[in-house]
C-alpha cells in the first residue's frame, strides 16, 4: 500500500477536526436544548446567546476547514480539467474493482 503523502495526511488532519468540532458542537447544542425546556425570561436570553455563540463557532470552524482545503480542491480541478482522459480511466477502472468486490458478495 502506498504511503500518504504530506498533503494528504494534512487533508485527513483537517478533516478529522472538523468532524470532531462538528461533533462538539451537535452535543452542545442538545445540552442546552435540553436544558432550555423550563427557562424564561432571562434564563432564555441567556441561552439564546450561547446558542448563537456556538453556531458562531461552528461557522467559523466550516469556513477555516474550507480555507485550508480550497487548494486541494483546486489542484483537483486543474487536474482534471488537463487530464480528462486519465480521469475517465481512473474513474471507471475504480468503478469495476469496487463492482467486481460488491458482486463477490
Do not use: C, N
Request: aromatic share 4%; proline share 2%.
Amino acid at each position: 500500500m502506498a504511503r500518504k503523502t504530506a498533503a494528504q495526511v494534512a487533508e485527513d488532519q483537517i478533516k478529522d477536526q472538523a468532524f470532531s468540532e462538528l461533533q462538539a458542537l451537535i452535543e452542545e447544542s442538545e445540552k442546552l436544548l435540553k436544558s432550555s425546556a423550563s427557562l424564561v425570561g432571562e434564563e432564555a436570553d441567556t441561552l439564546r446567546g450561547q446558542i448563537a455563540q456556538k453556531l458562531q463557532q461552528a461557522r467559523d470552524s466550516v469556513t477555516s476547514v474550507r480555507d485550508r482545503t480550497l487548494p486541494a480542491v483546486e489542484a483537483t480541478e486543474t487536474y482534471i480539467g488537463g487530464h480528462p482522459w486519465q480521469t475517465v480511466a481512473i474513474s471507471a477502472g475504480f468503478g469495476l474493482v469496487v463492482g467486481l468486490l460488491l458482486g463477490r458478495r
